[in-house]
């Protein structure tokens, strides 16, 4: 069954947006729909592991069905070689993704920029030609919402947290909930919950003052003793993983009540693009903290945008915005109906600098892509008409 037939989509006007990205630059890739499963467990994130449809190869090899394209299409680019950049992708296919209610098959469409140095210009073109794409599926009005987890990585450091606590929050960035629950704890609010943690914590910070490979084994024959091979996806070696960074947080203390003013601070700023980087300047300077390189780069990106047609003033832009994948690093987007009568984004992306190193490129290679989820887009031009 096709994209087209699954999404309710003309399947003329997919062809026009595939066009549209061919005459782009992009290549036009299909890959496997079955892909080693520990990929997507180690890079993914919480959100997208407990979703896996998973099941396993002749030879006892955990596979997944894909449940996202990025990742599949970056593993194409450096299995093929990965040495011709920058490169340009797109594709048009099903993902999997298991889901409380409908079909766990979700149509999708996108783009992928692979290796562009001129950092505000891809990133303006992706966006640029997403919203083109919308538009030639008859999407008119929409709402652009756009993050930097770069921004709040900045702030993470010049706050000058320990590094166990930057790490805690800037895996949570994208999750608020969960991140500002972290933040009143890294403060010193302590709930029973918390306290209950902590004194089942408290032998394995003892042991990560000492060496941390023995901390590490304990926690694993421990594991093994108790009969667990995996949780969540996760096998023993990274469940102690996890606890040991607990064990560490426990260790790194509570207190830090004027970061956590500074966070939650920032946390809070909401602007259209015209307005952010007047926002984030009297942050960074209410809160003596320097920001001027990410701001830098923020407002040159908006000016990339602006050339492109996007006026900043109709961007809308959310400090704690950021998306649930664990691979991106940086600028994210999302595109949403100006009805808001559709749930979830029609478009979703952002840049993953880090994402082909993990997967086997020599060298750090600069990304950015962007999803379409066309069974929204077919509700979306649906209740237009």
């Known amino acids: 069954m096709t994209a087209a037939q699954t999404s309710g989509l003309d399947p003329a006007r997919i062809e026009a947006v595939l066009t549209l990205f061919k005459d782009s630059g992009h290549v036009f890739v299909n890959p496997p729909i079955l892909q080693p499963a520990d990929v997507f467990l180690d890079l993914t994130g919480e959100d997208i592991r407990r979703r896996l449809y998973l099941t396993q190869g002749s030879a006892g090899t955990d596979l997944c069905l894909r449940p996202d394209f990025t990742i599949p299409v970056c593993r194409h680019h450096v299995s093929s070689g990965g040495e011709n950049l920058p490169a340009a992708y797109c594709y048009n296919g099903p993902v999997f993704r298991q889901r409380p209610d409908g079909l766990g098959e979700i149509p999708q469409l996108g783009a992928e920029s692979l290796g562009r140095t001129d950092i505000a210009n891809a990133d303006a073109d992706l966006l640029a030609l997403s919203v083109r794409a919308l538009g030639a599926f008859g999407v008119g009005q929409a709402h652009i919402r756009i993050g930097d987890e770069t921004l709040f990585a900045a702030v993470l450091t010049e706050l000058g947290l320990p590094s166990v606590w930057q790490r805690r929050l800037r895996d949570l960035f994208g999750e608020t909930d969960k991140l500002m629950a972290a933040i009143d704890r890294m403060a010193g609010a302590s709930r029973a919950e918390d306290d209950r943690r902590d004194v089942r914590l408290g032998f394995l910070s003892a042991l990560e003052g000492a060496d941390p490979e023995a901390a590490h084994a304990v926690v694993e024959d421990l594991l093994s003793i108790a009969g667990i091979s995996a949780v969540g996806g996760r096998t023993p070696s990274e469940i102690a993983d996890r606890f040991l960074e607990q064990a560490a947080l426990t260790s790194a203390g509570r ?87 559709t749930a979830g984004p029609l478009v979703g992306g952002g840049r993953y600098d880090r994402l082909l190193t993990l997967l086997g490129a020599g060298a750090n290679v600069p990304a950015i892509g962007f999803s379409m989820w066309l069974d929204r887009i077919a509700a979306t031009i649906g209740t237009d008409s």
């Open 255 to 341: 207190g830090h009540e004027k970061a956590a003013a500074s966070l939650r601070a920032y946390l809070a700023l909401k602007a259209d693009g015209a307005e952010a980087v007047p926002s984030l300047r009297a942050f960074s300077s209410a809160h003596d903290l320097d920001l001027a390189v990410p701001i830098a780069a923020f407002e040159q990106r908006l000016a990339a945008l602006e050339a492109k047609g996007i006026a900043p003033a109709d961007l809308s832009f959310a400090a704690e915005f950021g998306r649930r994948l664990d691979y991106y690093s940086g600028f994210v987007f999302e595109i949403h109906p100006a009805s808001g009568e």
